[in-house]
């Protein structure tokens, strides 16, 4: 196999779905490493509201991104393109495949498609937007997105701070739409991309999810959350499994609801994450059970490009 061009294998799906287990037998049979895409999993503060791999599950194979940045750095997806794009042509000069994986399609997109050239933004703009979501919700902001880009405010998943604040920032910083800096075309990259998406039963997928957040709550998520709470306006905390808690103690709900709204807000998100997926028609479906047909589709959309 070593005259194969080296391909990049991108693994995606919702969260819970399942997307661990098999990258690591993925990764198991055809000898190579993984590469998180997944936007909260590098900072390591942040260890049980992500779920991340456990050290158990990371010494069956070789993971990146994983605990690898501090909540107290600053560290956005253009430094994410350029850090795993040299990931992985380090992984290439030794391996034939890598695995890309993540529920976070931003950070998928810009490794496999290059990232939009947006100019710098006042970070004066960018404080006080994340304070004002912080304070009064990122429901605060939309109506002012929608006024200064309508284009993207149809596309964009408004419920996810992250990309929300992003455009805003720019559409106030310059002047101009954010969507009249996305890029038209795809950037080249020098291996092949193989996308797999994974999916359940919607039944099966929802139970999967309550369970996680059974779990979390058992292994200490409020405790995390506590060590937290001065990094509370932080984007990457601005998110489903943080927000809630931190809207327990802030006094705004008891704690039986916050569980019920996190395991909600959670049913909420994968349906989002779908969304996103379903708009590339390069992705190929299978259930996470199906590890052998997914190796043999693999094996045989290689031997086609050779």
């Given at each position: 196999?070593?005259?194969?061009?080296?391909?990049?294998?991108?693994?995606?799906?919702?969260?819970?779905?399942?997307?661990?287990?098999?990258?690591?037998?993925?990764?198991q049979h055809f000898d190579t490493e993984i590469v998180s895409a997944d936007s909260r999993q590098f900072y390591r503060e942040m260890a049980i509201g992500t779920a991340k791999?456990?050290?158990?599950?990371?010494?069956?194979?070789?993971?990146?991104?994983?605990?690898?940045?501090?909540?107290?750095?600053?560290?956005?997806?253009?430094?994410?393109?350029?850090?795993a794009l040299a990931c992985l042509e380090e992984i290439f000069s030794r391996k034939n495949f890598a695995i890309l994986t993540g529920g976070s399609g931003l950070y998928l997109q810009v490794v496999t498609e290059g990232m939009d050239d947006i100019p710098e933004v006042d970070l004066q703009v960018r404080e006080r937007l994340m304070q004002q979501v912080a304070q009064d919700g990122l429901e605060s902001v939309l109506p002012?997105?929608?006024?200064?880009?309508?284009?993207f405010y149809a596309q964009v998943d408004r419920a996810n701070p992250h990309r929300v604040v992003r455009a805003l920032e720019v559409c106030l910083s310059t002047g101009k739409p954010f969507s009249s800096f996305r890029k038209k075309t795809k950037a080249e990259r020098p291996f092949d991309i193989l996308k797999i998406g994974l999916n359940r039963d919607r039944e099966e997928l929802y139970e999967r999810i309550n369970e996680r957040v059974d779990i979390m709550v058992a292994e200490g998520l409020l405790e995390e959350v506590k060590g937290l709470?001065?990094?509370k306006g932080h984007q990457a905390l601005q998110t489903v499994g943080y927000k809630e808690i931190f809207d327990y103690m802030d006094g705004q709900h008891d704690w039986e609801e916050a569980i019920r709204l996190l395991k909600r807000n959670t049913r909420r998100y994968a349906k989002r994450q779908m969304t996103w997926f379903r708009r590339d028609a390069e992705i190929h479906w299978f259930s996470p059970k199906e590890l052998e047909e997914i190796v043999m589709w693999i094996e045989e959309k290689v031997q086609k490009v050779e």
């Open positions: 196999m070593t005259n194969l061009k080296k391909t990049l294998l991108v693994i995606m799906g919702p969260t819970a779905v399942g997307k661990t287990e098999l990258c690591i037998r993925l990764a791999p456990t050290p158990e599950e990371q010494a069956e194979a070789p993971h990146h991104f994983i605990d690898s940045h501090s909540i107290s750095q600053s560290y956005n997806v253009g430094d994410y393109e350029n850090d002012q997105l929608e006024a200064l880009d309508p284009t709470y001065d990094y």
